[in-house]
Every structure is written in structure tokens, then in C-alpha cells.
């Protein structure tokens, strides 16, 4: 779930990535900044309050050197605010919104076994149908569900796994 604060962030960089048509540049920005703090000694380095916020941003300037002024102005506000552990959430927000921008919605597919192209292409083309948008998938795996899939797009959840139409089964066949 996202933060308020991520969420705040986020809407104010696609703002600015709409504006300026730098939707590409700002992913590639937003992802060296998230590859920065997930270095444990920058975080906690970044996180220390007994460290100046100007000497934060100095020891960072030769990193951020190839990020452009506006993504460099987003560090300096999220180090001077102590919330730069929040540069991983905006980072993947942001890339939910471009997706949103694009009218494609990323859903996160679980089958019991590992599907090949075709099948990909074919719980697409389902998802599609149901969702009216292009869709992306992000495959897991969970042999629990014996067979069907189980796709979450946001807050909907479609569930055509094996597991769940039993379930419904056992329900519909007991006594009343």
C-alpha cells in the first residue's frame, strides 16, 4: 500500500513528467536514485540525523551528476525532510502511473505451473477482455491452486483458480 507521502511525490513528478513530455527520463532518474539509497551504508548515512543535511547533499552531488536538475531538486527535498527511504515507493509508483498514463495495467498473474508463451498470450487476451485495457503480467507461481490462475489488477482480484472453483462446489453441495 502506498504511503500518503509517497503518493503526494509521485503525483508531483508525473505532473512534471507530463509537462515536460520526460516520462522516460524521469524512470531512468527515479531508478538511479532507488539504486543509490538501496546501498545500506548511503541509506543509513542519509537516514543519520546528526549529519547535516548540506553535507548529505555534498557527498551526493558526484552520484547524482548524471539525474537531471528537477530529479536532484527531489533528493534534496526528500534527504532535507528525512524521507528518503521513500525513493523505492515513489520509484515503483511512479512506474504504476506511467503504465496508468499508457492505459496499460500491470496485473499480477499466480498459476500452479509456469506458463509458456501461448498461455501467456491467451490470459492477456482474457484480462484484456475483462479489464479494457492492454495489459502487462507479472507471473508467480503457487502449485496450491491446482490449476486456473489467480489475477490481481489493483484492487480487483479474479479468480479462476482450480482451489477456488472446489471451494465453490463444496458450497453449493452442502447441506442447506
Known amino acids: 500500500m502506498a504511503t500518503g507521502s509517497a503518493k503526494r511525490y509521485v503525483q508531483a513528478v508525473i505532473e512534471l513528467a507530463r509537462d515536460g513530455g520526460s516520462f522516460a527520463a524521469w524512470q531512468r532518474d527515479l531508478d538511479m536514485l532507488r539504486n543509490l539509497v538501496s546501498d545500506a551504508q548511503v541509506r543509513e548515512y542519509l537516514q543519520n540525523p546528526g549529519v547535516q543535511a548540506s553535507r548529505k547533499f555534498a557527498s551526493l552531488e558526484d552520484s ?76 508467480t507461481e503457487d502449485p496450491e491452486i491446482i490449476g486456473g490462475f489467480i489475477a490481481r489488477a489493483g484492487d480487483q482480484v479474479i479468480d479462476g483458480s482450480v482451489t477456488n472453483q472446489l471451494r465453490r462446489l463444496r458450497a453449493r453441495l452442502a447441506p442447506v
Open 64 to 139: 547524482l551528476t548524471q539525474v537531471s536538475p528537477e530529479a536532484r531538486n527531489l533528493a534534496h527535498i526528500l534527504i532535507e525532510q528525512r524521507r528518503v527511504t521513500l525513493l523505492p515507493e515513489i520509484a515503483e509508483r511512479f512506474e504504476e502511473a506511467v503504465r496508468a498514463e499508457q492505459g496499460i495495467v500491470l496485473v499480477d498473474v499466480t498459476t500452479a505451473d509456469p506458463l509458456d508463451a501461448d498461455g501467456q498470450r491467451l490470459v492477456k487476451q482474457h484480462l484484456k477482455r475483462i479489464l479494457g485495457k492492454e495489459v502487462e503480467l507479472r507471473l
